[in-house]
C-alpha cells in the first residue's frame, strides 16, 4: 500500500516536471518590453539625463530598491564608451551597461549585462521623440529567453515587472526634467511686465 502512495506521488511529480517543461517549450524565443511616457521638456532638456550615467542616481529605479549598492563608473560616463557596474542586494543584483550608441536628442543604444541574480545579456533603448515643446520618451529592452528564463517565467511574468520599474524610472525623469524646464524658465505668475 505505502510502495502504491510512493509511486503515485513520484508519477504526479515527473507529470509535472514533464508539463513544466513542455510549458516551457512554447514559450517564445526572444522578448521586448517597452514603455513611453510624455514630458513636458524638449529632447535637449531629457536626452542628457539618460546619456550621463551619473545622472540615472537621480531617477533611476533602482536606486531607490538598493541606494547602499556598490557603483563603478568607467573613464567615461557620458555618450558612446561609457561605463557603468554595478554590485548589490538580492532587489538589484551585479551587471554593467554600455553606451553601445548616442544619437543626440534622438536615440541611446545600451549594452546590458546582468552576473546576478542570472546571467543574461540584453540589448536597451531608449528614444526621444519631440512633440513641439514635450518629448515623448520610450524605454524598451531586447533579449533572448534561454531555457531557464522560459521556464521561470511560467511563474513570474518579466513584462509586467520590468515594466513598472520602466515606468517608475520615467516618471522620475519625468519629474527632474519638467522641474529643470520650470527653474531655466521665467515666472509668468504675478508678473507685471
Given at each position: 500500500?505505502?510502495?502504491?502512495?510512493?509511486?503515485?506521488?513520484?508519477?504526479?511529480?515527473?507529470?509535472?516536471?514533464?508539463?513544466?517543461?513542455?510549458?516551457?517549450?512554447?514559450?517564445?524565443?526572444?522578448?521586448?518590453?517597452?514603455?513611453?511616457?510624455?514630458?513636458?521638456?524638449?529632447?535637449?532638456?531629457?536626452?542628457?539625463?539618460?546619456?550621463?550615467?551619473?545622472?540615472?542616481?537621480?531617477?533611476?529605479?533602482?536606486?531607490?530598491?538598493?541606494?547602499?549598492?556598490?557603483?563603478?563608473?568607467?573613464?567615461?560616463?557620458?555618450?558612446?564608451?561609457?561605463?557603468?557596474?554595478?554590485?548589490?542586494?538580492?532587489?538589484?543584483?551585479?551587471?554593467?551597461?554600455?553606451?553601445?550608441?548616442?544619437?543626440?536628442?534622438?536615440?541611446?543604444?545600451?549594452?546590458?549585462?546582468?552576473?546576478?541574480?542570472?546571467?543574461?545579456?540584453?540589448?536597451?533603448?531608449?528614444?526621444?521623440?519631440?512633440?513641439?515643446?514635450?518629448?515623448?520618451?520610450?524605454?524598451?529592452?531586447?533579449?533572448?529567453?534561454?531555457?531557464?528564463?522560459?521556464?521561470?517565467?511560467?511563474?513570474?511574468?518579466?513584462?509586467?515587472?520590468?515594466?513598472?520599474?520602466?515606468?517608475?524610472?520615467?516618471?522620475?525623469?519625468?519629474?527632474?526634467?519638467?522641474?529643470e524646464v520650470k527653474q531655466a524658465s521665467p515666472g509668468e505668475a504675478?508678473?507685471?511686465?
Amino acid at each position: 500500500m505505502i510502495l502504491k502512495i510512493v509511486l503515485g506521488i513520484v508519477l504526479l511529480l515527473v507529470l509535472a516536471v514533464v508539463v513544466i517543461l513542455i510549458a516551457a517549450m512554447t514559450r517564445p524565443n526572444q522578448f521586448s518590453y517597452a514603455r513611453s511616457m510624455k514630458m513636458a521638456a524638449p529632447p535637449e532638456v531629457v536626452f542628457p539625463h539618460v546619456n550621463n550615467l551619473q545622472k540615472w542616481e537621480a531617477w533611476s529605479p533602482w536606486e531607490k530598491l538598493d541606494p547602499n549598492m556598490k557603483k563603478t563608473y568607467g573613464d567615461t560616463v557620458e555618450g558612446e564608451g561609457a561605463y557603468y557596474a554595478w554590485n548589490g542586494d538580492g532587489n538589484v543584483g551585479a551587471g554593467a551597461i554600455t553606451i553601445a550608441e548616442s544619437q543626440p536628442y534622438e536615440k541611446i543604444k545600451m549594452d546590458l549585462k546582468i552576473l546576478r541574480p542570472f546571467a543574461c545579456e540584453n540589448d536597451v533603448f531608449f528614444t526621444f521623440a519631440s512633440d513641439g515643446d514635450q518629448t515623448n520618451v520610450t524605454w524598451r529592452m531586447d533579449g533572448k529567453n534561454n531555457f531557464m528564463a522560459k521556464v521561470t517565467s511560467l511563474f513570474m511574468n518579466f513584462e509586467e515587472m520590468c515594466g513598472n520599474q520602466f515606468t517608475e524610472g520615467l516618471e522620475s525623469l519625468k519629474q527632474i526634467t519638467e522641474e529643470e524646464v520650470k527653474q531655466a524658465s521665467p515666472g509668468e505668475a504675478g508678473s507685471t511686465s
